[in-house]
């Protein structure tokens, strides 16, 4: 075996080795781009449904305050199930975030929250 053999074989297994790890960087930088890209969907999908859900809860206390003004007797202080909370129930209402659940009070000047009929 002569040292140009040698210095040869050396150079391709050097070529070789800088190919595969090429190969490794440009599979993991595309993998990582994926993630973000996931990760981007994800968080927009999460606005939107943070969204929805702020709409859907201020829409359902226009209708729990327009039913208030309409029929006063109705009790909707105290579910039929107790609150549960981190798969706890919760005996006092107070102890839940936000307080105990309560009606909004009916606008002064008469005006509906549930929109023109």
């Known amino acids: 075996m002569t040292a140009i ?19 490794r ?3 993991l930088t595309a993998e990582r781009d994926e993630a973000r890209r996931q990760a981007y969907r994800a ?7 943070r969204a ?4 859907l809860t201020a829409r359902v206390q ?6 208030a003004r309409h029929l006063p007797d109705l009790q909707v202080d105290a579910p ?13 209402p107070r102890a839940l975030p936000g307080g105990p659940k309560t009606l909004p009070a ?12």
């Open 5 to 23: 053999d040698h210095d040869s074989r050396l150079a391709r297994s050097l070529e070789e080795l800088r190919d595969a790890y090429r190969a």
């Open 25 to 27: 960087i440009d599979q």
């Open 43 to 49: 968080k927009e999908e999460a606005d939107v449904a």
């Open 52 to 55: 929805n859900l702020a709409i």
């Open 62 to 67: 226009e209708l729990l305050a327009a039913a």
């Open 80 to 92: 039929d199930d107790p609150p549960v909370l981190e798969g706890r129930i919760v005996e006092d």
């Open 106 to 117: 009916p606008a002064a000047d008469g005006a509906r929250l549930d929109g023109p009929r």
